[in-house]
Every structure is written in C-alpha cells, then in structure tokens.
C-alpha cells in the first residue's frame, strides 16, 4: 500500500508541475486550454487553479488515484492530495529559496 502512496505522490507532483509550470508549451497548451475551458464551465475563477502549481497537485491527486483505483484498488484521496500539496509547496518553496541571489555579493 505505501508503494501506490508513493507512486501516487510522485505521479500527481508530476503531472502538476507540467500543468502549471510548462502550460505554456506545445503540446501541453493544448491540453492546459481544453482544461481550463471544461474548468470554466462549471465556475469562473476555477480555470485560475492552473495558475498555482500546489493547488493542481492536490487535484492532480484524486485523477492519479482513481487510475489506480481502476487498474489496483488504490484510492486513498483526500488524504494522498493533502500530502501532495504539502510536498508540492515545500519542493517550490526550497528551490525558490535556493534560485534566489545573494544580495550581499550583488551590493558595492
């Protein structure tokens, strides 16, 4: 069980990070704007979720489960969403803390 926790974790990380991050490249643009309209037609602001690469990864969470409920019997959302979240933002948070400049080298 805690392999399909992990792949779960790994797979919806992924596929969040190429949602947001990369939304803007061919062929992900393709699939981003067919998301995003289906997204509008239930709420305005929901297509806006594809902006924030956290808040996919949890929804990202339940479509990766229910592959794996189909072809396992895994299905541990909300649960694994929430753990993908928090993995999601603490990834983001280290590696914008680490592409951040010195400011004491760049001052004269």
Same mark, same amino acid.
């Given at each position: 069980?805690?392999?399909?926790?992990?792949?779960?974790?790994?797979?919806?990380?992924?596929?969040?990070?190429?949602?947001?991050?990369?939304?803007?490249?061919?062929?992900?643009?393709?699939?981003?704007?067919?998301?995003?309209? *289906? !997204?509008? $037609? %239930?709420?305005?602001?929901?297509?806006?979720? &594809?902006?924030?690469?956290?808040?996919?990864? /949890?929804?990202?969470?339940?479509?990766?489960?229910? *592959? !794996?409920? $189909? %072809?396992?019997?895994?299905?541990?959302?909300? &649960?694994?969403?929430?753990?993908?979240?928090? /993995?999601?933002?603490?990834?983001?948070?280290?590696?914008?803390?680490?592409?951040?400049?010195?400011?004491?080298?760049?001052?004269?």
């Amino acid at each position: 069980m805690i392999e399909f926790f992990i792949i779960s974790l790994m797979c919806s990380f992924g596929l969040a990070v190429i949602l947001v991050e990369k939304s803007e490249d061919w062929p992900v643009n393709i699939i981003t704007s067919k998301i995003k309209g *289906i !997204l509008g $037609l %239930f709420n305005n602001n929901l297509p806006n979720m &594809l902006e924030c690469t956290t808040c996919t990864s /949890f929804w990202a969470s339940l479509v990766v489960d229910i *592959i !794996l409920y $189909l %072809f396992f019997g895994y299905f541990f959302w909300p &649960l694994s969403g929430f753990a993908t979240a928090g /993995f999601t933002w603490f990834i983001m948070e280290f590696l914008n803390a680490i592409d951040k400049p010195d400011e004491d080298i760049t001052k004269d």
